[in-house]
């Protein structure tokens, strides 16, 4: 087998696994906030819808973006007011979130469906790796979410251990008691960072249906909101673990289509057995979140320590 096709299922790995490590990131600082919510599922649809009506309409596929930013922002501060101001459980407002994006977008992306001709987000070259032999093909020509990806990695590893902002994101996390004696307003940074995530969330629908595949089907993210809910527990709330765990699942996600072109292979062409490849990748977070459902299985993980407790102002050990 030739080695450009090992180079190509990389760099469609990558490609594919992009969507998945921009919501895994947003879902990491939620949770280092102290939130845990749930409803990446839905945010990342309305995203995936907005981003595809606004480019669709307004022929501009930046203006997707931002829009999708912005659509998964607002639908997360609906978790935020249930979990951050009513205290309410947090595991409910994330699924009832889910539920809201899945019906909203059902309903109201009908009509868009059999809309192919979308713009789409562009496809960056860089001239110099072009011509580097493996490297080349992986890094030198992709869509710009893929590069957009690859900043946010360092950018969020830096500001959650490197600036002041991280240190109050950390704080709030940890021990929200201790944040709030010296000054820190728990409630509002809360809300900020559940802004953020879903934001991200949003962002990573968009790049599924402005640039993975540019098109809007009913249920498109077909459970990686839940996949990224998992990463965050396997990356241990690290975002370089987390761009580990999301790449080798987007290279999970594209090699069933891969493999099914290699006539050698024993399952080549057998659609059963392709079935059963393309269900690996879904079976991941059922076993993380079974495994992990337990308070001390996660302090051991590292969860931050607050991780899923609303902060009530004086209350020992909130």
Do not use: K
């Amino acid at each position: 087998m030739e080695i450009s096709f090992f180079v190509n299922i990389i760099a469609a790995g990558l490609f594919t696994g992009t969507p998945l490590l921009i919501a895994t990131i947003g879902e990491l600082i939620t949770e280092r906030a102290g939130v845990l919510n749930l409803g990446v599922e839905g945010m990342m649809l309305a995203g995936a819808l907005t981003g595809f009506v606004v480019a669709y309409t307004t022929g501009d596929p930046w203006l997707g973006a931002g829009a999708a930013l912005l659509a998964g922002g607002v639908l997360s501060l609906l978790h935020g007011l249930v979990a951050i101001s009513l205290r309410g459980d947090q595991v409910v407002s994330g699924l009832a979130l889910t539920f809201v994006g899945r019906g909203i977008t059902a309903v109201l992306g009908a009509p868009y469906v059999p809309i192919r001709d979308v713009p789409r987000l562009p496809t960056v070259t860089i001239p110099f790796l072009q011509s580097v032999p493996v490297l080349g093909p992986i890094f030198g020509r992709q869509n710009i979410v893929f590069y957009l990806g690859i900043l946010l990695i360092p950018l969020t590893w830096f500001v959650i251990h490197r600036t002041r902002w991280g240190l109050h994101l950390r704080a709030i996390g940890e021990y929200p008691a201790a944040a709030d004696a010296v000054g820190i307003n728990v409630a509002l940074l809360r809300y900020v960072y559940v802004f953020v995530g879903g934001a991200l969330a949003g962002l990573a629908g968009a790049a599924l249906s402005l640039a993975v595949t540019p098109l809007w089907i009913e249920d498109m993210t077909a459970g990686q909101g839940w996949i990224a809910v998992g990463l965050v527990i396997f990356a241990r709330w690290d975002p370089l673990r987390a761009a580990v765990g999301s790449y080798i699942f987007g290279a999970l996600f594209r090699m069933p289509l891969d493999l099914q072109a290699v006539p050698w292979l024993p399952f080549a062409g057998n659609p059963i057995l392709g079935v059963w490849l393309r269900m690996v990748p879904y079976a991941f977070p059922v076993i993380v979140l079974a495994f992990t459902s337990r308070a001390v299985v996660r302090r051991r993980l590292g969860a931050p320590a607050a991780l899923g407790l609303p902060y009530v102002r004086g209350e020992r050990g909130a």
